[in-house]
């Protein structure tokens, strides 16, 4: 009986940084990965910042190498092996990015095969300076590339996309962007359960955080801005639908200038999630007044640095459900998540 052939998958962001953690979209496409059905015949890779964290990685059947994102070399060498990179560390990492397309087009030159890079972005390229203060009309679509394109470079995560893009019109690889929006849900797999996976996200948390030490519920601006969300488990799965139709070859699904799949599965107005964490907090005894307040300038710097807070962010994920990505969360989902993640935050905060 033959072996069959190993396909071999490298991921960055399951690899763990201060906290010496997987991250919450590595960990959990790691963790959809050890479950796909054609897994035996994956060979999957992780860096591990934390030699005491191999023997638990190893022993879910991931390879781990101890290094970080910052060793160039290390990136490098490890897609030069690689028949597949998945990241989903920093999608503002250009050095890593860089780095990961040498290996890539070493693997190239050597095997004759074209390596698939998967990337990590997000919905905040789509950002305006709404300031929570109005919605905006501009909805994106992931099969309008013309919109897309008309994006400046000085968007987040842009710089890092052109590059992407820039890889696969050279031949050497082909690459496929994923947009995940307002991730949602407290991650529940095995490496979460190994203790090795950040099974928390940033956006909601964030809000909570600022929240609770303010002891009020606050609300950037009016709270009309909108933005998208998915749950972490359909982000996973996201990822796994792009992936198996990237491995069918280059007609199994867009790829490069068209390779934009964004995540979403419905919308939400910003300032509901604020009311709804208000009432909540104040039910909990952990807020003065059931109705949120503005957050000052100074809090907006301090808990959510930057504009993306009280921007709009509006976006059809319709590229991936033509590829048979079929979310089942929705935003009532969203709803039913929010007072388990303060009961989380404070139950982090007593420990
Ligand atoms: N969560 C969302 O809702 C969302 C939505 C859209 C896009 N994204 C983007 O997706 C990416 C991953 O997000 P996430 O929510 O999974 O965050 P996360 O839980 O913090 O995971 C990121 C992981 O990568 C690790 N990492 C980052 N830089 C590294 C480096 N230089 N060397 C080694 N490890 C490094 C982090 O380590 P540390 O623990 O030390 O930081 C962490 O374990 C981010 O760029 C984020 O902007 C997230």
Redesign the pocket.
Same mark, same amino acid.
């Given at each position: 009986m033959s072996t069959p052939t190993r396909t071999h998958i490298f991921v /960055?962001?399951a #690899? &763990?940084?201060?906290?010496s953690?997987?991250?919450?979209?590595?960990g959990s496409v790691v963790s959809a990965l050890l479950s796909h059905p054609k897994s035996d015949t994956f060979h999957i890779t992780a860096?591990i910042?934390s030699p005491e964290k191999v023997a638990l990685f190893n022993s879910v059947g991931v390879t781990a190498v101890v290094g970080?994102?910052?060793d160039l070399d290390t990136l490098t060498s490890l897609a030069s092996t690689a028949d597949v990179v998945l990241a989903?560390?920093?999608?503002?990492?250009l050095y890593?990015a860089r780095a990961i397309f040498l290996g890539l087009k070493k693997r190239h030159e050597e095997t004759n095969t074209v390596p698939i890079f998967i990337h /990590?972005?997000? #919905? &905040?390229v789509l950002i305006d300076d709404a300031a929570g203060n109005y919605a905006t009309d501009s909805i994106y679509s992931d099969l309008d590339i013309a919109t897309i394109e008309s994006l400046p470079k000085t968007q987040p995560h842009r710089e890092v996309e052109l590059e992407v893009i820039a890889a696969d019109k050279e031949g050497y690889v082909r690459t496929y962007i994923i947009?995940?929006?307002?991730?949602y849900g407290i991650a529940n797999t095995p490496l979460v359960s190994l203790g090795v996976q950040?099974p928390y996200?940033?956006?909601i948390p964030r809000l909570i955080e600022a929240s609770l030490d303010r002891k009020q519920g606050g609300v950037v601006g009016e709270g009309l801005n909108l933005w998208p969300n998915v749950h972490i488990d359909d982000t996973a799965t996201l990822y796994i639908s792009v992936f198996d139709a990237a491995m069918k070859g280059p007609g199994g699904t867009a790829h490069g200038r068209e390779g934009y799949y964004f995540g979403e599965n419905g919308e939400h107005r910003v300032g509901e999630i604020s009311e709804i964490l208000a009432k909540l907090l104040y039910d909990m005894k952990r807020g003065k007044s059931p109705e949120p307040t503005v957050f000052t300038i100074e809090e907006m710097q301090k808990y959510f640095g930057g504009r993306w807070m009280g921007s709009n962010s509006r976006a059809m994920a319709e590229r991936a459900r033509l590829i048979g990505w079929n979310p089942v969360h929705t935003v009532d989902s969203l709803w039913a998540s929010l007072k388990p993640e303060i009961e989380a935050i404070l139950e982090r905060r007593n420990t």
């Amino acid at each position: 009986m033959s072996t069959p052939t190993r396909t071999h998958i490298f991921v /960055t962001g399951a #690899t &763990g940084g201060l906290r010496s953690i997987a991250g919450y979209i590595g960990g959990s496409v790691v963790s959809a990965l050890l479950s796909h059905p054609k897994s035996d015949t994956f060979h999957i890779t992780a860096l591990i910042r934390s030699p005491e964290k191999v023997a638990l990685f190893n022993s879910v059947g991931v390879t781990a190498v101890v290094g970080n994102n910052s060793d160039l070399d290390t990136l490098t060498s490890l897609a030069s092996t690689a028949d597949v990179v998945l990241a989903c560390a920093n999608a503002d990492d250009l050095y890593a990015a860089r780095a990961i397309f040498l290996g890539l087009k070493k693997r190239h030159e050597e095997t004759n095969t074209v390596p698939i890079f998967i990337h /990590t972005s997000g #919905t &905040g390229v789509l950002i305006d300076d709404a300031a929570g203060n109005y919605a905006t009309d501009s909805i994106y679509s992931d099969l309008d590339i013309a919109t897309i394109e008309s994006l400046p470079k000085t968007q987040p995560h842009r710089e890092v996309e052109l590059e992407v893009i820039a890889a696969d019109k050279e031949g050497y690889v082909r690459t496929y962007i994923i947009l995940p929006s307002t991730i949602y849900g407290i991650a529940n797999t095995p490496l979460v359960s190994l203790g090795v996976q950040n099974p928390y996200s940033r956006q909601i948390p964030r809000l909570i955080e600022a929240s609770l030490d303010r002891k009020q519920g606050g609300v950037v601006g009016e709270g009309l801005n909108l933005w998208p969300n998915v749950h972490i488990d359909d982000t996973a799965t996201l990822y796994i639908s792009v992936f198996d139709a990237a491995m069918k070859g280059p007609g199994g699904t867009a790829h490069g200038r068209e390779g934009y799949y964004f995540g979403e599965n419905g919308e939400h107005r910003v300032g509901e999630i604020s009311e709804i964490l208000a009432k909540l907090l104040y039910d909990m005894k952990r807020g003065k007044s059931p109705e949120p307040t503005v957050f000052t300038i100074e809090e907006m710097q301090k808990y959510f640095g930057g504009r993306w807070m009280g921007s709009n962010s509006r976006a059809m994920a319709e590229r991936a459900r033509l590829i048979g990505w079929n979310p089942v969360h929705t935003v009532d989902s969203l709803w039913a998540s929010l007072k388990p993640e303060i009961e989380a935050i404070l139950e982090r905060r007593n420990t």
